[in-house]
């Protein structure tokens, strides 16, 4: 990229450029450098970097202002949900002027009959299903963090029960986007399908923040199930558990949740959220349905099982045992991180096509094992996708190396066993070449062409995605 | 659009470019009438209109290579698969070549394991069934037609299943694509989900041959169900039937094929299909599951129909009446044009918030009794899409225009529901004023854009998504 196309620094504007700016937003932007460390994307194990300034939008017109203002003095522009994205996702690696959504924290609609809602990008998905807590739906997405929905959108997240009820991929019906030069469109409707021109909505599902600013978000909901049961099961080996969900996902069995856990992490959990489990590769499961189909899941799983060398099964049907065991595998990062004193955290994910998982992963422990790394393994095992968590010691000079080394390894190869460098954590600074690797160079040009002509000045999210 | 901006009719090329033509293709390449005519995009309601050739193609190299020289040339390119679109989505309005991928039927991998294949665009969908007969998995999307992959990919299609399955949006993971000027790349990965960079998979899939062309496509596979079980139910009213719907989505039943046909479509089909059902609107239904689970989504839709006027109910759980009636169902297309002697056919589709539906079809059912229209009604209702399927007398000199005005204000009250124009028979030239009425012109701006950083000179499909 030419050097005179780059985006600018906010220092470089005018005085009166910024004087308009304030005119505009008044004491919803702040300069103040507490507020752009707050801002600086450090979540993660990747250096944040410091916006200029932060603006609070209130309004989808508040966005469109902006962006129209960044879009002509090319200043960086970067949108925050949460702040809870791993890959470096939100660093203003380029300065410029970091976007708050928190306070578009309404709820616009929730339709029960049509089974949808829209729901302002600030909302997080906690408060939206407190909202539905009544209605008899729920909003299923959970990537463990109380992300918001614009943050899930523009990273195109899953989590537990994506086995189940898809990603944000399959759930987002609609979109209210601004556009990098402020122009807002919807990119969808309240439809549940259509093949009305180009799927605009997944463009933008998933893009990063680069390509336009999701103001609301219009998602499915589902119905609460009659009743839910979950549990563990411990496996002699590793490849067995991923093997009986293989021949349970063959069989049909609508798994609600399957969450592989290596003995690693296990001990983990135990000590961090005082369970007993055996030290054993295990899966969490969890059944949604009525009390016979359950039943009858059950007792299919438990057959599958052992063929496949269970070694334990137990139900946990009180609501209490259930919520225990979800709080621990949620909270699955930080018994990870209490491995170590002081530790950062790093956690990466790639995503294999199912019949490769037990290999991905059996070949990331022989490397952990061969460089002495310590970490733990969490997976979503009917998505063929997993996580590698890595509590580092910042005394040890070599530890980041070593979980880069492993990192890499895994990445590698996940896209040579026909997967992908991340399921769910995005390419953010993180996995930029990973992303050429994967796609080829004449797929990523095509990306940076469509880039091109939505953002021409690069300041949405500059930095990310694409290597320098 | 500049003149010299459009693409140019094959009759201009200089004679030593057609001769380079046949020297790539030899005998792959025809100028005959009639089969030009056979390309022409005859299906449905709207004229044809001629390619100047058509290429044969077998192999993805084929196709990168005539895109190349069309490019360079500026000559329209038109992919076909098996030619059942219905909106003019094939019609060679600018004249050109038209690209026949029927010989590409080679499926290249049926993964068990991992839950799914990779076929040649020109794979149908019962030839992929087919060849899975033996494998306990299946591919579910039935648009009724035997649809090519490759076509059903460029449309966005999905079908009477969709409600449980999802549509082609949901179910493709990766397509090999050719770009306008000949390059090839891979869209995605052999992942179940992925968050690497843009989804290229989701802008190529819908976009009715006009970014790429689709020469291999990976699709998710699904378990082959326990047990199947099917049957109709009558409803006093239409409101009553789809109210009956949304209630057992709103209580979870996973109904695998859930169909509205109203009560002169429920006729039609009596006398094409030899069917004794009572004409009142009636669904079709089809549960998947093991036997006990199928028994109480049974009871509970029972239950829940009495709620809502159900008049009967009947189960067919032997094969051969479930085989009957989803026959009926299918060709419910012929059913209605057996109605009128030597009708041509007109099939539009819409889909809404299903909350909306029976709001959208009663008033579609009152302008055809206002205006003297005849026509049937089948709807895919758990996804609110519905299509009107008029049965046109071609003597009569009125009644095209009377079908027309009857789409168009269909059209017009679905985007005002809050819906699609078309839920899946794509855009092609039919619903190109829809497009921009659903979407506005900012975003319809955006798609062109991207249409035109993509195939610069205008070559893939022209005339096609876009009003003129």
Request: charged share 20%.
């Amino acid at each position: 990229m030419n050097a005179e196309l780059l985006p600018r620094p906010l220092g470089e504007a005018a005085d009166e450029a910024i004087a308009e700016l304030r005119g505009i937003f008044g004491t919803r932007i702040s300069f103040a450098e507490t507020v752009c460390e707050q801002h600086s994307g450090l979540e993660g194990h990747h250096q944040g970097a410091w916006p200029e300034a932060v603006v609070y939008a209130e309004t989808t017109q508040d966005v469109a202002k902006l962006a129209a203002w960044c879009h002509q003095r090319r200043i960086p522009l970067i949108a925050h949900g949460a702040g809870t994205s791993l890959e470096g996702n939100l660093a203003a690696v380029r300065g410029g002027i970091a976007l708050d959504l928190s306070a578009m924290a309404n709820i616009v609609e929730v339709n029960a009959d049509s089974l949808f809602c829209t729901v302002e990008a600030g909302v997080t998905r906690e408060a939206l299903n407190q909202e539905l807590r009544h209605s008899g739906l729920f909003f299923p997405i959970d990537p463990g963090a109380n992300a918001t929905l614009g943050g899930m959108s523009a990273t195109r997240a899953s989590g537990t029960n994506a086995v189940r009820y898809g990603t944000m991929r399959n759930n987002v019906l609609s979109l209210k986007v601004v556009l990098a030069d402020g122009t807002i469109i919807d990119t969808g409707t309240r439809a549940p399908k259509s093949s009305a021109g180009y799927d605009l909505t997944a463009l933008f599902v998933g893009s990063e923040g680069t390509l336009g600013i999701i103001t609301e978000v219009t998602v499915r909901l589902h119905g609460l199930p009659d009743m839910v049961v979950a549990g563990t099961c411990a496996f002699e080996s590793l490849e067995g558990a991923v093997r009986a969900v293989i021949a349970g996902l063959q069989c049909g069995i609508p798994f609600a949740r399957i969450e592989l856990l290596d003995s690693r992490q296990i001990a983990a959990c135990n000590a961090y959220s005082g369970l007993d489990l055996v030290e054993l590769p295990t899966l969490f499961f969890e059944f949604h349905g009525t009390q016979q189909s359950i039943s009858e899941q059950v007792e299919l799983f438990k057959a599958i099982g052992e063929e496949h060398g269970v070694s334990s099964l137990d139900v946990a049907d009180r609501a209490e045992d259930r919520s225990k065991l979800w709080k621990a595998r949620h909270t699955a990062y930080f018994a990870t991180k209490a491995m170590v004193p002081n530790a950062k955290m790093w956690s990466t994910d790639v995503c294999v096509p199912i019949g490769k998982l037990a290999e991905s992963i059996l070949e990331t422990q022989a490397d952990l094992a061969r460089l002495g790394v310590l970490a733990t393994i969490v997976g979503h095992v009917g998505d063929g996708n997993y996580h590698v968590l890595f509590p580092i010691d910042e005394a040890d000079p070599e530890a980041f190396g070593k979980a880069r080394t492993v990192n890499d390894r895994m990445v590698e190869r996940a896209i040579a066993l026909g997967g992908t460098c991340t399921g769910e954590h995005g390419i953010g600074l993180g996995k930029r070449t990973a992303l050429v690797l994967e796609h080829g160079s004449a797929a990523v040009s095509l990306m940076a062409s469509i880039k091109k002509v939505m953002d021409p000045h690069s300041v949405l999210n500059p930095g990310k995605i694409f290597p320098d």
